[in-house]
């Protein structure tokens, strides 16, 4: 009488599971990176304007944007994603998987609308920029908790011209 394996059972069952799993795997990789390559993904590691156009919900504040005063010396990133290396490609991510979630599942307000925190990361290099000019004005203005100093309330045509 012959005595099997006991273990020969388990590994076919681990070698099964582990194609099934390299195979699901490869699925999903295939379709992430034909989605990457068709949303354009590698050019929104670029500070190209260009790569805001990509979805046709932006088209409005690019077109504006080149009929503004800060058209030759500002591009989209320079305003909304804040400035330092490890900030700024956080947001640029943040902002990817955010657009591309809401594109994807039609899941956002038209015309698109700014976010809390990206109008933090605006208001900041609006003072980063203009700091000279801002300290001696926000020195004077009276500011509350409920009234910050909020550059784009008197001055929303200067990035986006007039829309």
């Known amino acids: ?6 273990f020969s059972n388990l ?3 681990l070698r099964r599971s582990l ?6 795997g490869g699925v999903v990789l295939g379709m992430g990176g034909f989605t990457f390559h068709t949303a354009k993904g ?3 590691m670029s500070d190209n304007p260009a790569a805001c156009v990509n979805c ?3 088209r409005d ?3 504006s944007w080149q009929k503004s005063s800060h058209h030759a010396v500002a591009s989209c990133n320079d305003c909304h994603v804040p400035h330092g290396i490890v900030r700024k490609w956080l947001a640029k991510a943040e902002h990817g998987w955010n657009h591309s ?3 994807t599942t039609q899941d956002f307000h038209e015309p698109i609308q700014i976010k809390k925190k990206s109008f933090d990361d605006l208001q900041e290099n609006c003072l980063r920029c203009h700091g000279e000019i801002t300290s001696s004005i926000a020195g004077h203005a009276t500011l509350t908790e409920d009234d910050p100093l909020n550059c784009i309330r008197c001055h929303s045509n200067v990035g986006h011209g007039s829309r």
């Open 1 to 6: 009488m012959r005595i099997g394996n006991p």
């Open 61 to 63: 504040q690019h077109d």
């Open 19 to 24: 194609f099934l799993g390299l195979c699901a």
């Open 11 to 13: 590994h076919s069952r």
């Open 56 to 58: 046709h919900v932006m």
């Open 42 to 44: 590698t050019s929104y």
């Open 101 to 103: 979630y809401a594109f």
